[in-house]
């Protein structure tokens, strides 16, 4: 009875070994990846209620998409990786004046080519695109995230910013908290030291799109905001072969130097 017992353990760990030894040496998965993010055709400013808290952030680790021909860490943007492609690669069927003429605008447009691997080990995608606003800022500011399981996954932390005249309130407030002034405590008065009254300048207002998406391969999804929206598709691809198994560079996602350079640049 022990010799049996022995022979099925060394038969399970074996079985174990192998198929341990095969996840490690396939390779992730490419995909050649568009992504086309734009404003939507009328403003929802006045039709919803906007927290004038939020505000764009990014990732310390987050990838930034860089020009084809630039030169940036080796081994993160290996075979190509993470590398804009030119408008001959875009594979969507979108033609931006057509989009300007139905009121929507352009934020960003681009394509690259990356491994998708699963959640624990991706890594966020800066994305950056549309107008120059102050202290640095673009009108689309964020990331998002891509990775695979038993289905594609894309993750979105997209960031739309625009500017709202200074008195500008939210129609429609929150619940009443204790932050709320009640009718008994009069707000502080506000005192302009005997300035000349002016135009406040302009403040700005961010709203945010995060979600989660599960796609399927070759399929054009789009996600909805009622400030802004995004179409993406995702393509299988086949890298050139690697030298080695053991040199797979892609996967191994370092992170990369902060780049002031703009993730994107959107359509002319």
């Known amino acids: 009875m022990r010799p049996i017992r022995l022979l099925c353990l060394l038969l399970t760990l074996g079985l174990a070994a192998s198929v341990n030894a095969q996840e490690q040496t396939d390779p992730p998965p490419w995909y050649q990846v568009e992504l086309f993010i734009f404003t939507q055709p009328t403003s929802a400013l006045d039709s919803e209620f906007w927290s004038e808290t939020v505000l764009p952030r990014h990732s310390q680790d987050a990838i930034n998409l860089v020009a084809s021909d630039s030169e940036q860490d080796a081994r993160l943007y290996a075979q190509g990786a993470f590398r804009l492609l030119d408008a001959a690669s875009h594979d969507l069927p979108l033609d931006p004046s057509q989009f300007r003429r139905g009121g929507y605008r352009p934020l960003f447009r681009g394509s690259w080519r990356q491994p998708l691997l699963p959640r624990e080990e991706s890594r966020p995608i800066r994305i950056r695109g549309g107008q120059a606003l102050a202290e640095g800022l673009y009108e689309l500011e964020g990331e998002i995230r891509l990775d695979i399981a038993r289905y ?3 993750r979105t932390d997209l960031y739309f910013t625009q500017a709202v005249p200074a008195d500008w309130q939210s129609p429609l407030m929150p619940p009443a908290s204790a932050a709320t002034p009640s ?9 302009t030291l005997g300035l000349a009254t002016v135009d406040p300048a302009p403040r700005l207002l961010s709203v945010n799109l995060k979600q989660e998406r599960r796609m399927r391969s070759g399929q054009l999804h789009y996600l909805d905001h009622p400030m802004f929206g995004l179409m993406v598709k995702l393509s299988p691809w086949e890298p050139p072969q690697a030298t080695s198994p053991a040199s797979e560079p892609a996967v191994q996602l370092p992170i990369p130097v902060e780049s002031p350079a703009l993730t994107g640049q959107p359509p002319q």
């Open 152 to 154: 594609l996954h894309l």
């Open 183 to 191: 009718p008994s405590t009069p707000a502080p008065e506000v005192s």
